[in-house]
């Protein structure tokens, strides 16, 4: 069965702190890893990985995939109180399959 | 990407009755899926939507509790039947939008209550 683990689970944090938040997956297939941010219901997509060892940066937020390890991280730096959500990593099947594993979350709270 | 939008945002229901969730996208795509995520837990996806033919369901999920329908590329519903408090969840439903990356975008989600 396909896993995803994130960790932590929670993080309370200052603003202006920097996080970083870990996925790790053991997945029969892998085509991509997907990170989203879930403020109040709907998952909004932040990034997509493929390839290992190559960042991917939007602002404050950056990801980078090690397949080698298995795992992902997702770094914010200098946060700030909107960043206040659940961060879900999620696993994309091979090619013809698109059903999402997604892990349990990491619950970020940031407080001024 | 695309824009979704779901009908009801928010709904609280009787147990034993049913409920119908709508699912509209902004343009045509061919993979919809729909999610289940239950208090405190993550997203568990109950089934693909087909456009033209029946839906593939996830195991745990059956037809009878869950019917879906998709009668085009843009739009599919997903029925609640027969509800109890454990159908208290957040129903999303989630598009692929294909291209280089094939990424997979979400509906606003609509949340559930079951007394």
């Known amino acids: 069965e396909d896993k995803v683990v994130q960790s932590p689970l929670s993080l309370v944090v200052h603003e202006g702190d920097t996080v970083t938040l870990n996925c790790s997956y053991e997945v029969t297939n892998f085509r991509s890893l997907l990170w989203y941010k879930q403020e109040k219901k709907a998952p909004t997509f932040l990034f997509m990985l493929t390839s290992s060892g190559i960042e991917k940066k939007s602002g404050r937020l950056s990801s980078i995939l090690d397949k080698k390890e298995l795992s992902s991280i997702l770094n914010i730096t200098a946060t700030q109180t909107g960043d206040s959500a659940i961060y879900l990593c999620a696993v994309a099947p091979g090619a013809g399959s698109y059903q999402l594993t997604f892990g349990k979350g990491t619950k970020l709270s940031v407080i001024p | 990407s695309a824009v979704i939008s779901q009908k009801p945002s928010r709904d609280i229901c009787q147990r034993g009755t049913s409920l119908t969730i709508q699912c509209q996208v902004d343009?045509?795509?061919?993979?919809m899926f729909w999610y289940r995520q239950q208090p405190g837990q993550s997203l568990t996806l109950i089934a693909t939507a087909n456009q033209g033919s029946e839906a593939t369901y996830e195991s745990g999920f059956v037809i009878d509790k869950f019917p879906i329908s998709r009668p085009n590329l843009t739009f599919s519903t997903l029925t609640v039947s027969n509800m109890s408090p454990e159908d208290s969840s957040i129903y999303l439903c989630?598009?692929?939008?294909?291209?280089?990356?094939?990424?997979?975008?979400f509906g606003p989600g609509t949340r559930l209550t079951v007394l």
């Open positions: 989630s598009v692929v939008v294909q291209g280089i990356y094939n990424e997979q975008f």
């Open positions: 343009s045509q795509v061919t993979m």
